[in-house]
């Protein structure tokens, strides 16, 4: 990556912020307001369980269950960066075979 400077990396930053519309802003504003009202509930739903005894067993099945979904999370990341670097991502191209060319 370039270097660049302080000051571009804000010119640039400023420029790009310019150029969004209404839709970008109304996007924005539903996105904030969904997790404002995911944020309540679930701190709505974590007071009200208060008291509540949960068993060894539901303990180590939720950290199997996070651990299976870090583990897949970070292997298909991996497979995606592996793809990028080793080309696999590139657009196909046309290979003609010998008994190809003579069909033309």
Do not use: C, Q
């Not at 709505?44 to 068993?55: D, I, Q, T």
């Not at 999370?73 to 008994?99: C, H, N, Q, T």
């Amino acid at each position: 990556m370039k270097w660049i400077p302080h000051e571009l990396r804000w010119r640039n930053l400023i420029s790009s912020a310019n150029g969004t519309g209404r839709g970008s802003y109304a996007i924005i504003t539903i996105l904030l307001g969904l997790l404002i009202w995911a944020s309540v509930l679930a701190g709505k739903g974590w007071s009200s369980a208060v008291g509540s005894e949960v068993p060894l067993a539901e303990y180590v099945a939720m950290a199997i269950g996070i651990l299976f979904s870090m583990l897949l999370g970070v292997g298909l990341m991996a497979l995606v960066f592996y793809s990028g670097r080793a080309g696999y991502d590139e657009p196909a191209k046309l290979i003609r075979s010998g008994w190809d060319k003579s069909r033309e």
